[in-house]
């Protein structure tokens, strides 16, 4: 199995803050990789060193087998990568077609323009202005202009945010589409059934450390955690009444904990049953993507919301 | 899992140049698609070149020799346009392409930065040159203007006016914090430095605000413009000094966008 992304050891600092401190994970070839964190957690800055934007301070990176820190082999990787940033950066007075020519004719083997705008579903619009498409349909030619130059791995940086919901669907399917034709995906979300939906493996960042990293369904164990039982305290029943213990009671709302659930339900259930007591507002739930991630980054906060600037012109 | 292994990229100088020319291509339609610019640009020194031809009727200037004063404002305009192509429309349409992140994705594509700079500095001579023959036809066929006694220095002026004040305009670019403020910050300065480099009326000569105007470059780009036509009456084509005064400045300007120029947007 090839990778696409190798990253080890990586670190990055502005002024005194550690936006990065050591940081590794790895990305293989076709693979759908979710960086997730809070602002300032390090997910911007890991990407723009992964496009070799910015430059690390140590450690060492690998994209698509070339070091994006290498000036001399910068060009040639940036044939293969394609980006959408977190900001829609689109020209309003061009049309849809245009923009596309215009950035198709920037890689050596590009896309046929025709081809993108079918997979971005703007077929109609493909001669409008851009100005006059919705804030959901400029986000797909955003994205189309990211695989115009049929890139080998993608980078999106927050590809749905801003969006509503039947855009945010539209534009995951069209993620699913391009994982399924064999484009790598490096993306980062705010949005917890985001990443569930599209990505296979996830590393949570926190602080500019990797706090967790793992398959997705299985993050932080919690397909194995315990269930929580939750239902309201039936009136004239005192919580010590109740067949099973309770883990915690918040006013009426009775929490169970239990890692075999049936077994706790049947002697909820059949209690209630035979002594006819009404439960109600019952529910099980296991642990989510987001109370882990909740759990893994308590205490976050956006530190580092304005990241000095070291993006300046440098000349090649 | 995909392994497919795609051809190695063919590149060579001459794809480049055609990339180039790709660019400029966009860039022209770019301009002339955002029809503020245009307007801006080659509409203004035409509708105001019209304006004061009209209204100069067939004042003299004494002391530029008794030429007509509409033969003033024809290279007077000829460099209103290379710097309101050159400094204020390429300054705002740099800070508002970095503040939307389209600097950003250009970057981070395969187009190297000597692409990008050359084609915006080809569309913007092209920009230029169209708008310096339509002023130079229409101060001919519409006030008896005579034609430059010199074509080549009027374009040697112009070349190195655009070179000039382009890093001008790529430096204070560099300095604006954001869309908002790009127009009127650009807009203010571009105004007060023509009209105290006398764009709008000759200034006497050894007076206070001649002599100020002469650290300024302004001044000295309309003074190479005049030369090429031959104004004051007699003046040699070539104005060497005033020449290499616009380019120390496009070289300073140039030391100012190598230390600021941001290809990226400011967080917020």
Known sequence: ?316 | MSTDVRPAPQRSRFSDLRLVAHQVKYEQLAFWLNRVGAVFTVGFSVVFLVMLGASAGSQKVQSLGDISLVSYYVPGFIAYGVMAAGFTTLSVTLVVRRETGLLKRLRLSPVPTWVLISSILISTAIITLVQALLLVVIGRYGYHVAFPSSWLALLVAVIVGILGFAAMGVAISAVVPNQESAGPVTSIVFFVLLFLAGLWFPLPPNSGLAKFSNYLPVRHLIIAMDHAFGVPRGATPWAWHDLLVVALWGAGATLVSLRRFRWAPRRV
């Not at chain 1, 945010?168 to 399917?173: A, L, S, V, Y």
């Not at chain 1, 069209?174 to 993306?187: D, N, P, S």
């Not at chain 1, 002594?275 to 991630?293: M, P, W």
């Open chain 1, 1 to 316: 199995m090839t990778l696409a992304l190798r990253v080890e050891h990586l670190r990055k600092s502005y002024g005194a803050v550690a936006a990065l401190d050591d940081v590794s994970f790895e990305v293989e070839r076709g693979e759908v990789f979710a960086l997730l964190g809070p602002n300032g957690a390090g997910k911007t800055t890991s990407i723009e060193i992964l496009e070799g934007f910015i430059a690390r301070d140590a450690g060492s990176v690998e994209v698509l087998g070339i070091d994006p820190g290498d000036r001399q082999h910068l060009r040639g990787l940036r044939d293969r990568i394609g980006v959408v940033l977190q900001e829609l950066a689109v020209e309003s007075f061009f049309t849809v077609r245009q923009v596309l020519e215009r950035n198709a004719g920037f890689y050596p083997h590009p896309r046929d323009v025709e081809e993108v705008i079918d997979m971005v579903g703007l077929s109609e619009k493909s001669d409008a202005k851009v100005k006059r498409l919705s804030g959901g349909q400029q986000r797909r030619l955003d994205i189309g202009l990211g695989i115009v130059g049929n890139p080998e791995l993608l980078f999106l940086d927050e590809p749905t945010t801003g969006l509503d919901p039947a855009a945010r669907r539209t534009t995951w399917d069209l993620i699913r589409h391009l994982a399924a034709e064999g484009t790598t995906v490096l993306m980062s979300s705010h949005y917890m059934n985001e990443i569930e939906a599209l990505a296979q493996r996830v590393a949570v960042l926190s602080h500019g450390r990797v706090a967790a990293l793992g398959a997705t369904a299985t993050l932080g164990g919690r397909d194995r955690s315990e269930a929580t039982i939750r239902f309201t305290l039936p009136s004239g029943v005192a919580a010590s009444d109740l067949p099973i213990t309770p883990w915690r009671v918040e006013g009426d709302t009775v929490e169970v904990r239990s890692d075999d659930e049936l077994r706790a339900l049947h002697a909820l259930t059949s209690w209630a049953l035979e002594g006819h007591i009404a439960v109600t507002g019952l529910s099980v739930a296991r642990e989510t993507l987001e109370d882990i991630y909740l759990a893994l980054t308590r205490g976050d906060r956006a530190e580092i919301d304005e990241e000095p600037d070291d993006t300046k012109a440098r000349t090649p």
